[in-house]
């Protein structure tokens, strides 16, 4: 039975209250002076892991916690605050503000921070709410060939390393059962992630935190994707009341839905 | 008129509690300006208390609101993710 050393990958996003902004070149969203936190997909991740040790429901126990962060400087904030949550250690990877990694970079960067580590479970959240692809832990398992869980919504550990993932699908839930090493990514109903107290966050400022760089994992921040125009939705089109039957009807008609 | 010292224990619960809140009141959706005042002027109310039993009851009640606003944070932004990603 081995012990879990979990690497847990966090994003510091546009805080999910903030309405995102176009920036006037049309390029991206504005991120100057707004408010950013931890994508809350992977505050669930991150709390999922420091309940598997609290509960104590890896028969193997839990060794590391570790998070990890690919951002600008500030991204050290939101390691803090998962070290507050309760994870181990962190690993900032210093990115230049406005060289974002893609999905499938960011991917490769985790693939080798596994290796360095050698983490058994890899939980990230699902997606992140800025850019919302869905993809790097997809990648990421595709990468080094190992099980995955996407979108748990409970999970649960058995005999000899294997691990049960239960996932909401359309009209009922899904349970998969896979041995370590694998990757789950969260769900919104996974858990209920705790919100830090002032103790533990000072407790988190004296964690170990390692500052490295894109290089040390061998990845550059090329690009293959190319984003043409940014834009906000279409504003939304009032409706119009009619008096009767006979007025609906003649609106759908002039409508041509009948 | 002063009033005796209060008991140090309960006096650094207090604080704690206090300070404590005072952080979550960070995150407070209609801002920490909002806030700070409430939360001050709810623990001066008390301050001259002196009765062991009704500090105790104090620091009880200032934890009961301490868990009811992480369960507003947290409903808040579930609702909200809900609403986005689940099409509810």
């Given at each position: 039975m081995s012990a879990l050393r979990i690497l847990v990958p966090v994003k510091r996003v546009i805080d999910y209250a903030v309405k995102p902004r176009v920036n006037k070149a049309q390029t991206g969203v504005e991120t100057a002076g707004v408010k950013h936190s931890m994508n809350p997909f992977d505050e669930l991740s991150v709390e999922e892991s420091v309940r598997i040790r609290e509960k104590?429901?890896?028969?193997?126990?839990?060794?590391d916690i570790c998070v990890i962060s690919a951002g600008p400087t500030k991204a050290q904030d939101v390691l803090r605050t998962a070290m507050a949550m309760g994870a181990d250690r962190g690993i900032h990877v210093e990115v230049k503000e406005g060289e974002d990694l893609e999905p499938l970079s960011v991917a490769k960067l985790l693939k080798s921070a596994v290796e360095q580590q050698k983490s058994n479970l890899v939980i990230l959240?699902?997606?992140?709410?800025?850019?919302?692809?869905?993809q790097t832990g997809q990648m990421l398992a595709g990468l080094l060939g190992w099980p995955q869980a996407t979108q748990a919504s409970k999970v649960e550990f058995g005999a000899g390393d294997t691990v049960s993932v239960t996932r909401e699908v359309d009209g009922g839930v899904e349970t998969l059962k896979a041995k370590l090493p694998m990757i789950i990514t969260t769900d919104l109903r996974l858990n209920e992630p705790r919100y830090a107290s002032l103790p533990n966050i000072m407790k988190a400022k004296k964690k170990p935190l390692e500052k490295k760089t894109l290089a040390d994992f061998g990845?550059?921040?090329?690009?293959?994707?190319?984003?043409?125009k940014v834009m906000e939705p279409p504003p939304r089109q009032g409706g119009g009341k009619v008096d009767d039957v006979d007025g609906l009807i003649s609106k759908l008609k002039e409508l041509g839905a009948i | 008129m002063s009033l005796p010292p209060p008991n140090p224990e309960l006096r650094r619960q207090v604080i704690a509690i206090y300070k404590e809140l005072l952080t979550l009141g960070k995150d407070y959706p209609l801002g920490p300006s909002y806030f700070r005042p409430r939360l001050h002027k709810a623990f001066m109310s008390n301050a001259?208390?002196?009765?062991e039993a009704q500090i105790r009851q104090g620091i009880a009640r200032a934890e009961f609101v301490r868990k009811e606003i992480e369960a507003l944070y947290y409903l808040k932004r579930y609702r909200t993710l809900r609403k986005r990603y689940d099409g509810v």
């Open positions: 104590k429901s890896a028969p193997g126990g839990v060794e959240g699902k997606q992140s709410i800025d850019d919302d692809a869905n990845i550059t921040a090329d690009k293959r994707l190319k984003v043409l | 001259s208390l002196r009765d």
